[in-house]
Nanobody, 122 residues
Framework: QVQLVESGGGLVQAGGSLTLSCAAS????????MGWFRQAPGKDREYVAL????????HYADSAKGRFTISRDNAKNTVYLQMNSLKPEDTAVYYC???????????????WGLGTQVTVSS
């Protein structure tokens, strides 16, 4: 069993920055990809960014391009999401997931964290 624990959320003013962390613990952790997702009240879970665990190759949703950076530290089994130039519409609970894949219109993953709240005030 693997546990994913997000941290680093909080309240920030528009234009500010936050760095989220997702630490994995449990049995040997060796995903193919790790992803960050977010869910705002009343909305579906939304894809934010992906990173290949071995190569470090990244992919971003259009909403994240140019503002967010996903990275990982394999030795620490941790994935990060650096968020800059935050906007009120970035307000959501942010989740990390291992080996996420879209199925039937929704995102699924081997493991999900419980999420960390990010609130951006205008």
């Amino acid at each position: 069993q693997v546990q994913l624990v997000e941290s680093g959320g909080g309240l920030v003013q528009a234009g500010g920055s936050l760095t989220l962390s997702c630490a994995a613990s449990g049995r040997t952790f060796s995903p193919n990809t790790m992803g960050w997702f977010r869910q705002a009240p009343g909305k579906d879970r939304e894809y934010v960014a992906l990173i290949n665990w071995s190569s470090g190759a990244t992919h971003y949703a259009d909403s994240a391009k140019g503002r967010f950076t996903i990275s990982r530290d394999n030795a620490k089994n941790t994935v990060y999401l650096q968020m800059n130039s935050l906007k009120p519409e970035d307000t959501a609970v942010y989740y990390c997931a291992s080996d996420p894949a879209k199925s039937g219109g929704s995102w699924r993953g081997d493991y999900w964290g419980l999420g960390t709240q990010v609130t951006v005030s205008s």
